[in-house]
């Protein structure tokens, strides 16, 4: 049902109705057709804000595709969302499980982001919950983990808000073209919860 997160989402469309959002926007898993504009969008967001992502931009043209295929189309567990509006794609997040026996409890959301020209109507939020909704729907999920740089003002208050906590800080954990930013990793607790 649209704007409501306790089902398992595929495919939502929210209307302005549902949310704070002025626009329609559509928030739907991606899959290998839409490689080549989740690539665009993620230059767009490394290129855009270097201290926000660990990633760095890569020099090979042809390495987003490849990541982004290798991610997201071979395990049902390493999902990616997209937010489109007007039938572009403005926001992406990705969740996937940790692989290692001892660490398959755990989930990881990453690559959040959303055009600078669609922020503040909504979309980040709605792509952060559909994120923890699937994550917590895969069998023996307790808890959903993120890493955060602290010049990303704007994510970490919609983390905080969205329930996650700080357990950790790396000082000076990504520097770039001489600046430097900590990284802050944040938890949430799904046990038992309902989004
Ligand atoms: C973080 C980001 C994804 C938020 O996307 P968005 O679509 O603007 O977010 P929403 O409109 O859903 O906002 C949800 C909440 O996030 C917080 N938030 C978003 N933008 C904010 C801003 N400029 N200042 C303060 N809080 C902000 C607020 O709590 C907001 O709720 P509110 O509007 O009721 O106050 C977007 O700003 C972005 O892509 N930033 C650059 C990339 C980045 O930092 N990615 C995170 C990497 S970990």
Redesign the pocket.
Known sequence: MPGQYSKRLTSTVLQPSD???TMTCTIRQLDRDDANAWASLRRE?LE??PL??GASIPDDPGYLVEFFLTRCASNAESVVFG?FIDGSLV?I?GVLRNAGKKEYHKAYI???????G???????????RTAIQRGRSWSGIEQVH????D???????????NGFQQWGREPRALCWEGNCADEIHMGLDVRGSTC
């Open positions: 949310t704070k959002m967001a855009a804000h926000a992502f937010a926001g997040v990453w690559g959040m982001y959303v055009a600078a669609s922020r503040r109507g909504g979309a980040g939020e709605v792509l952060l993120l890493s955060v740089s010049v990303a003002y704007e994510a970490r208050r919609l983390y905080e808000r």
